[in-house]
T-cell receptor, first 113, second 115 residues
């Protein structure tokens, strides 16, 4: 079964609103989680590294104020897309690592209309 | 900068036929290479990985991949595909054998299986 779970799997929001995506580690504690984004017909791109109890580390070019990451517990990291615009429509996927193997969540499709 | 190229966007093969998905990488240090599969509505699942030793690695679901340093390639193969293999396949390179740091992915190859 899945060891990393994301919710929601699909979400549609209006332009200008904010939307939160959750990434949960199941049956293990994850001090570090990773958030990726996949543009249509493009590869997965690492957005940020989520660190439990501290600030996330963002990759170059990723807007920190737009993509808010909170890792308040050892089993939950959240990605909030603030003031969403149609260009934020994308596939977002998280990952975590119990032991020496990385596992990915199911991903979340965001559509901003 | 590291990069991964998957030249084939979409491949169609008949069930039972052999499969080879291409992956070329550019990496300044010892590459740690991975193949992931993404089925519709599912997350990414690790098929196999290479970080040292035998250049032919075996993975799950009957897949294997061969690391060729001279060609900077890490092609994925399967001798006989099954309809359930239809999915998106991603090649990735990273700085760690565990794949937990800053993976760089290719653009993916979508595999369609026909009866």
């Amino acid at each position: 079964g899945a060891v990393v779970s994301q919710h929601p799997s699909r979400v549609i929001c209006k332009s200008g609103t904010s939307v939160k995506i959750e990434c949960r580690s199941l049956d293990f504690q994850a001090t570090t989680m990773f958030w990726y984004r996949q543009f249509p017909k493009k590869s997965l791109m690492l957005m940020a590294t989520s660190n439990e109890g501290s600030k996330a580390t963002y990759e170059q070019g990723v807007e920190k104020d737009k993509f808010l990451i909170n890792h308040a517990s050892l089993t939950l990291s959240t990605l909030t897309v603030t003031s969403a615009h149609p260009e934020d429509s994308s596939f977002y996927i998280c990952s975590a690592m119990p032991g020496n193997t990385i596992y990915f969540g199911e991903g979340s499709w965001l559509t901003v209309v | 900068a590291q990069s991964v190229t998957q030249p084939d966007i979409h491949i169609t093969v008949s069930e039972g036929a052999s499969l080879e998905l291409r992956c070329n990488y550019s990496y300044g240090a010892t590459p740690y290479l991975f193949w992931y599969v993404q089925s519709p509505g599912q997350g990414l699942q690790l098929l196999l990985k290479y970080f040292s030793g035998d250049t032919l690695v075996q993975g799950i679901k009957g897949f294997e991949a061969e690391f060729k340093r001279s060609q900077s390639s890490f092609n994925l193969r399967k001798p006989s595909v099954h309809w359930s293999d239809a999915a998106e396949y991603f090649c990735a390179v990273g700085p760690s054998r565990f794949g937990n740091e800053k993976l760089t992915f290719g653009t993916g190859t979508r595999l369609t299986i026909i009866p």
